[in-house]
T-cell receptor
Framework: DAKTTQPTSMDCAEGRAANLPCNHS???????VYWYRQIHSQGPQYIIH???NNETNEMASLIITEDRKSSTLILPHATLRDTAVYYC??????????FGGGTRVLVKP | SAVISQKPSRDICQRGTSLTIQCQVD?????MFWYRQQPGQSLTLIAT?????????ESGFVIDKFPISRPNLTFSTLTVSNMSPEDSSIYLC????????????FGPGTRLTVT
């Protein structure tokens, strides 16, 4: 599976959009981009995934660049409950997930 | 989405002993996964457990240390054998989502402390 690079941490203002970048320059054609988050003392929670088109669901939007070498997870209106570690993972469909270090996001009032 | 429960939620064990962690899912699933999360670290996959076959272990994890059972499509156990303080971690199970989707759903984890 391709490796991903994410910033170690970032702060966001409550009510504003949070944009979380991820680089995956070695992604192959059949690999998906997944985003999970882990709130303190809980198991990881699936957020969204995509192959090459942008995706949106009730939690977030995923923007994937045309060359698929990077992506951005957008939380449209961050709340204090969005404080968590966010993991960007690249994997083939149905394959195992390899978690990297993730981005520790702190939403501030 | 699947609802996953784990037992125990936490335990404190003495070195040299073994602990079996249970993972129960509210629906039938083909693949179940076991992860370890050491203090302050990310998750590491231990093994993949399919019903009716032996678990597939990742590099660095062996069956003698982490035997896994998968007796049916809703249940699995992970045993941490002959424990040492280095085994102190959170152990999580996860399952695949519905066919055609690619997300995984995670249990709440079992926090293990070995003294």
């Amino acid at each position: 599976d391709a490796k991903t690079t994410q910033p170690t941490s970032m702060d966001c203002a409550e009510g504003r959009a949070a944009n979380l970048p991820c680089n995956h320059s070695t992604i192959s054609g059949n690999e998906y981009v997944y985003w999970y988050r882990q709130i303190h003392s809980q198991g990881p929670q699936y957020i969204i995934h995509g192959l090459k088109n942008n995706e949106t669901n009730e939690m977030a939007s995923l923007i994937i660049t045309e060359d698929r070498k990077s992506s951005t997870l957008i939380l449209p209106h961050a709340t204090l409950r969005d404080t968590a570690v966010y993991y960007c993972i690249v994997s083939g469909a149905g394959n195992k997930l390899t978690f990297g270090g993730g981005t520790r996001v702190l939403v501030k009032p | 989405s699947a609802v996953i429960s784990q037992k125990p939620s936490r335990d404190i064990c003495q070195r040299g002993t073994s602990l079996t962690i249970q993972c129960q899912v509210d629906s039938q699933v083909t693949m179940m996964f076991w992860y370890r999360q050491q203090p302050g670290q990310s998750l590491t996959l231990i093994a993949t457990a399919n019903q009716g076959s032996e678990a597939t272990y990742e590099s660095g994890f062996v069956i003698d240390k982490f035997p896994i059972s998968r007796p049916n499509l809703t249940f699995s156990t992970l045993t941490v054998s002959n424990m040492s303080p280095e085994d102190s971690s959170i152990y999580l199970c996860s399952v695949e989502g519905n066919a055609g989707t690619y997300e995984q759903y995670f249990g709440p984890g079992t926090r293990l402390t070995v003294t």
